[in-house]
């Protein structure tokens, strides 16, 4: 038997699916560890030690999922920001692409925000006393959170697995992978992710920056964040 000979192009993308890999599994394992979310309990009590300990995994997920995989390979691989979509260009039509998905989100989580079944979930902090410095603080860090997500999966995978693969077949393995990461949230979650995922893959190859997806993303995680609160009948905003 034959050992598959090595070729340097296939440094890039083995890089980003390990990383994506390893990141990935690092934040969700520690992001389910009752040992770890007990600690935070213990020092903040039940309902505060949630809160802080849903917002820490957040900015974990930053960094493990996608700002210290860029590093990685901005160093190993001697590239530019630009190369992973880390660019502000093709304004028109990117802004075109924001807010013409918003006026579909936005209407769609704003009914889908009152549903029960969405409820019993949203918004993950389950404070029923919110601040207004608390509603900012847990948009933040649902924004740095998205931004460590698609700087991975929008940038430097996507990006990386273009080359070798194919346009195609790059998006599929994305729209796959990113499925895959919604398989711990629940089955409807998980079957939406392949379209948006293909959807936001096509935009980002076709403006060259990942910001479009980032916002289309922000503009989801956010409203249904505020529309859920709002319509919760258990929480309040002092």
């Known amino acids: 038997m034959n050992i598959p000979a090595w070729k340097a192009e296939y ?107 969405n409820l019993a979930f949203y918004p993950n902090v389950r404070e029923k006393e919110w601040t207004k410095p608390m509603v900012a603080k847990n948009a933040f860090t649902w924004c740095a959170y998205l931004f460590g997500y698609e700087l991975m999966f929008r940038g430097l995978l996507l990006f990386a697995t273009v080359p070798l693969l194919g346009e195609w077949p790059a998006i599929i393995l994305n729209a796959a992978l990113y499925a895959l990461v919604h398989v711990p949230k629940n089955l409807e979650e998980t079957i939406g992710a392949v379209p948006l995922g293909i959807i936001l893959c096509l935009i980002t190859l076709t403006t060259g920056t990942i910001w479009v997806a980032f916002f289309v993303h922000i503009t989801l995680a956010l409203s249904n964040f505020f529309f859920s609160l709002k319509h919760h009948p258990e929480m309040k905003v002092n």
């Open 11 to 117: 440094l890039e993308p083995i890089l980003a699916i390990a990383l994506v890999t390893i990141g990935f599994s690092i934040y969700h394992f520690a992001s389910i560890s009752e040992k770890l979310t007990q600690s935070y309990k213990d020092k903040y009590g039940e309902t505060r030690g949630h809160t802080k300990a849903t917002w820490f995994y957040r900015y974990l997920g930053a960094m493990t999922i996608g700002i210290i995989p860029a590093i990685i390979m901005l160093l190993v691989l001697d590239k530019n920001l630009s190369d992973y979509g880390i660019a502000f260009q093709n304004h028109d039509i990117s802004l075109y692409w924001i807010f013409g998905l918003a006026l579909i989100i936005v209407p769609m989580n704003f009914f889908n925000s009152k549903k029960e079944k």
